[in-house]
């Protein structure tokens, strides 16, 4: 299994400020996940992170609005730009399990509390 | 549509009961599929992958039908510790997986 950790745990915020998550991983992972889990909802997937490229973001996500650095293999953040109240969310980082064939291990995730 | 649809719950359920979850997915292309648990304010966690032949772990059988596209758990002798939301999960064949919007069971005493 994989140990992820992710900071901040939560944090509320002001309308228009940004916010940055960081995700840290026990073992070299080639791809990280940035999921979204709304309140009372499943989980969105809001991009993938590779190392060394560009992140790649399904639809309805953009680079502008929810920027991602992928400086080593152990390590991710995701930025919240200028955040409304529509972004209070949970936000989760995860990885692909090195034994099981798609399982995924989450971070703890970030509660976002935009006001 | 959604591409992984689920029972919408909540099922509250006296301990020692069976209850039955299923989940239908879009994409007859799927390959893989999963059962996940997330605890109230926790993150999701594998309970088990589900196999064409079906399987079963303990109190928990997993059956996948492709034909009609169709998965479920099957959760025997309820505990109030299987109180928590089910996630459908399947592998859509694009970067990652794709999950359904839970099913919440509460075992109750």
């Known amino acids: 299994s994989a140990v992820i950790s992710q900071k901040p745990s939560r944090d509320i915020c002001q309308r228009g400020t940004s916010l940055t998550i960081q995700c840290q991983v026990d073992?070299?992972?080639?791809?990280m996940f940035w999921y979204r889990q709304q309140p009372g909802q499943s989980l969105t997937l809001i991009a993938t992170?590779?190392?060394?490229?560009?992140?790649?973001?399904e639809s309805g996500f953009v680079i502008d609005k929810f920027p991602i650095s992928r400086p080593n293999l152990t390590f991710s953040t995701l930025t919240v730009s200028n955040m409304s109240p529509e972004d209070s969310s949970i936000y989760l980082c995860?990885?692909?399990?090195?034994?099981?064939?798609?399982?995924?291990?989450f971070g703890e995730g970030s509660r976002l509390t935009v006001l | 549509r959604k591409e992984v649809e689920q029972d919408p719950g909540p099922f509250n359920v006296p301990e020692g009961a069976t209850v039955a979850f299923n989940c239908t997915y879009s994409?007859?292309?799927?390959?893989?599929f999963f059962w996940y648990r997330q605890d109230c304010r926790k993150e999701p966690k594998l309970l088990m992958s589900?196999?064409?032949s079906g399987n079963e772990d303990g109190r928990f059988t997993a059956q996948l039908n492709r034909a009609s596209q169709y998965i479920s758990l099957l959760i025997r002798d309820s505990k109030l510790s299987d109180s928590a939301t089910y996630l459908c999960?399947?592998?859509?064949?694009?970067?990652?997986?794709?999950f359904g919007s839970g099913t919440r069971l509460q075992v109750q005493p």
């Open positions: 995860s990885v692909e399990s090195r034994g099981t064939t798609g399982e995924l291990f």
């Open positions: 073992s070299q992972v080639t791809m």
């Open positions: 992170a590779n190392q060394g490229s560009e992140a790649t973001y």
């Open positions: 994409n007859s292309a799927s390959q893989s």
């Open positions: 589900v196999y064409s």
């Open positions: 999960v399947v592998d859509t064949g694009r970067r990652a997986l794709t």
